[in-house]
C-alpha cells in the first residue's frame, strides 16, 4: 500500500506539473485570454495584421516557410502599433484529413515567432477549399488542427473558413456541422466565419440566418467598397449581425489601381468610420506588396493589382499608408499632408484625382504658387451637358446628413475664360449624387490669387462629399493652391 500509494502521488504530481499554470481566485485573476468572454473582447479591439510574406504568399508562406522572414516582419508589424496577426492555413498544403506533422510545426513555429513579438494569432482554417460533402475529414482535420491551442493564452480566435459564399448551400450545411466541431475542440476561442467584400451587409445579414442553430461568436467584415461611403457601409454591416460584435478583417487598396496617396487615404476614411461607428478593429490588407511570382498559380495570381496591396514596398520602404495604419493604431494625428491640400507631396503621393479627364487633366506646376513649390493647373479645357473637367478628393472624415461643410482655395488666372470654382457635390450611401453647391466664379482674364469658397448643408441621405477644383469652357489657364476644408 505504501509503493502504491507513493507512486499515487509522483504520478499525481507529474500531472499537474504538466497542467497549465492556473491562478486561484486567492492570489489573481483569471487570464482574459484564457476565457472565451476576454478572448472575445480582445478580438473586438485587436490591432491586427493581414500577413504573407512579400516573395511567399497564400500557400506558398508554408511550402517555403522562412522563419527568419517572418520573424523581421512581425517586427515590422509590431513597430506600427499591431498587437495581432492572421495565419491563414490551407488543407491542400497541410495535409487533408490528417494533418503534416511538417506543417502543424510550421504553425506552431509561426504562432512562436508572433508571441515573441507579442502579437497574438488568429487562425483562419479552410482557406481555398470547397469539399464540403466530407464533413468528417473536415471535422477531423480542423480538430487535428486547433486542439493542440485549446488551452493556448496566443490564439484570440479562430475563423472557420475564409469568404464563404452565404448563397452557397452546401457550404452552409457543411458550416452547420464544422463549427460544432472546431467548438468542441476549442471551446474557449472565439469562431467566426467570414463573406467576401461583395457579399457586403447582404451576405452576412444571410449568413446570420443561416447559421442561428450553430451561430458564431463575431463576424468578420471584408471591406473593399467605396472609402468615401464606409460609414454607411460599416453601419449597415453592423446592423445585419447585430447584436453579435462585428470587426473589419481585411480591407485595402491596391496601389496599382490608385495612388499610393489614395490608399493612404482610403485606409483612412476606413479607420476613421470605423471609430465613428464604434468599431475597434480595422486590419489592414496586407503588410508588403507582393513579388513577381509570390502568389501560387490561381485566379489571385492573375489579378495584377493583388501584388501591391501592401503598406510597404518590395524594397521594404514604407508607403503612405504605413504612417496611417501606425498613427490609427497608436492613437496620434494623420499625416499633415494626406491629403494633399498644397500639392507639395511627391508624384503618385496624392489621393487627388481627375474627373471628366477627357475634358482637361491638372497638372502639378512650379510655374505659379501661392505657398510652397507647387500647384496644379488647367488649361484649355471642355464644357459639356455632363460637367466641367476637375480635380477632386475626399476627406478623410465621415459624412453625414446636416452637417455644414467648407470648402476653400486660391485661384488666379491667366487669359482666363469659361467658369472656374471650388464645389461640394453630395452623394448617397450608394455613390448616388445627390446635388452640390459651387462658390462665386473666379474672375476671367488675368488676375491675382483670389479665395474662393463653397459652403453648404449635407441633404439627407448624404454619406460622402468630394472638393472639386473646376474650369469649363476655359481657353486661357488657371491655378489653384492651398485648399482648406472643414466641418461644423
Given at each position: 500500500m505504501r509503493t502504491t500509494t507513493s507512486l499515487g502521488i509522483i504520478v499525481s504530481a507529474v500531472l499537474l506539473a504538466l497542467l497549465p499554470s492556473v491562478a486561484t481566485p486567492a492570489t489573481a485573476a483569471p487570464d482574459p485570454l484564457t476565457t472565451l468572454a476576454g478572448r472575445l473582447?480582445?478580438?473586438?479591439?485587436?490591432?491586427?495584421?493581414n500577413y504573407y510574406p512579400a516573395t511567399s504568399g497564400w500557400t506558398r508562406m508554408w511550402t517555403n516557410f522562412d522563419a527568419t522572414q517572418i520573424d523581421a516582419d512581425f517586427a515590422k508589424a509590431r513597430s506600427l502599433g499591431a498587437d495581432s496577426v492572421r495565419a491563414i492555413v490551407f488543407p491542400s498544403v497541410f495535409g487533408y484529413p490528417a494533418p503534416k506533422p511538417e506543417y502543424t510545426t510550421k504553425l506552431a513555429q509561426f504562432v512562436s515567432l508572433a508571441a515573441a513579438h507579442n502579437l497574438t494569432v488568429k487562425i483562419t482554417l479552410f482557406d481555398w477549399w470547397g469539399t464540403y460533402a466530407d464533413v468528417a475529414g473536415s471535422s477531423a482535420w480542423a480538430t487535428a488542427i486547433v486542439a493542440p491551442y485549446r488551452y493556448d493564452r496566443r490564439i484570440i480566435s479562430i475563423g472557420v473558413q475564409n469568404e464563404m459564399d452565404p448563397n452557397n448551400a452546401a457550404a452552409i450545411a457543411w458550416a452547420r456541422k464544422i463549427i460544432p466541431a472546431v467548438r468542441g475542440a476549442a471551446p474557449a476561442i472565439p469562431l467566426t466565419i467570414s463573406v467576401n467584400g461583395q457579399a457586403g451587409a447582404a451576405g452576412l445579414a444571410r449568413l446570420k440566418s443561416q447559421l442561428a442553430g450553430t451561430p458564431l461568436d463575431y463576424?468578420?467584415?471584408h471591406f473593399y467598397s467605396s472609402s468615401e461611403q464606409a460609414l454607411a457601409t460599416i453601419q449597415q454591416a453592423q446592423a445585419a449581425v447585430a447584436?453579435?460584435?462585428?470587426?473589419?478583417?481585411?480591407?485595402g487598396v491596391s496601389s496599382l489601381t490608385s495612388t499610393e496617396g489614395e490608399q493612404a487615404a482610403y485606409l483612412a476614411r476606413v479607420f476613421q468610420a470605423a471609430d465613428r461607428a464604434g468599431l475597434d478593429s480595422v486590419a489592414p490588407w496586407t503588410l508588403t506588396d507582393f513579388a513577381a511570382g509570390a502568389i501560387p498559380d490561381s485566379g489571385v495570381a492573375q489579378v495584377p493589382a493583388q501584388y501591391r496591396f501592401g503598406l510597404f514596398r518590395l524594397d521594404g520602404s514604407a508607403k503612405p499608408a504605413a504612417a496611417v495604419v501606425k498613427a490609427a493604431w497608436t492613437g496620434t494625428a494623420y499625416p499633415a499632408n494626406l491629403l494633399d491640400l498644397g500639392f507639395e507631396n511627391a508624384a503618385g503621393q496624392t489621393p487627388w484625382r481627375a474627373y471628366l479627364p477627357e475634358l482637361g487633366v491638372a497638372s502639378k506646376t512650379q510655374a505659379v504658387a501661392r505657398t510652397g513649390k507647387w500647384s496644379v493647373a488647367l488649361t484649355n479645357t471642355g464644357k459639356t451637358a455632363a460637367g466641367s473637367p476637375s480635380y477632386c478628393v475626399?476627406?478623410?472624415?465621415?459624412?453625414?446628413?446636416?452637417?455644414?461643410?467648407?470648402?476653400?482655395?486660391?485661384?488666379?488666372?491667366?487669359?482666363?475664360?469659361?467658369?472656374?470654382?471650388?464645389?461640394?457635390?453630395?452623394?448617397?450611401?450608394?455613390?448616388?449624387?445627390?446635388?452640390?453647391?459651387?462658390?462665386?466664379?473666379?474672375?476671367?482674364?488675368?488676375?491675382?490669387?483670389?479665395?474662393l469658397t463653397a459652403a453648404a448643408t449635407a441633404p439627407a441621405g448624404t454619406a460622402s462629399v468630394q472638393v472639386h477644383l473646376k474650369s469649363g469652357g476655359n481657353t486661357g489657364t488657371v491655378w489653384f493652391d492651398d485648399v482648406a476644408m472643414s466641418v461644423a
Open positions: 473582447a480582445a478580438v473586438t479591439t485587436a490591432k491586427q495584421m463576424y468578420d467584415f447584436p453579435a460584435p462585428l470587426v473589419i478583417g481585411e480591407t475626399a476627406p478623410i472624415v465621415p459624412v453625414v446628413a446636416g452637417q455644414r461643410w467648407t470648402a476653400e482655395v486660391w485661384a488666379r488666372g491667366n487669359a482666363a475664360t469659361g467658369a472656374t470654382q471650388i464645389a461640394l457635390s453630395w452623394f448617397d450611401a450608394n455613390g448616388k449624387w445627390l446635388g452640390g453647391a459651387s462658390s462665386a466664379a473666379l474672375a476671367n482674364g488675368t488676375t491675382a490669387w483670389t479665395r
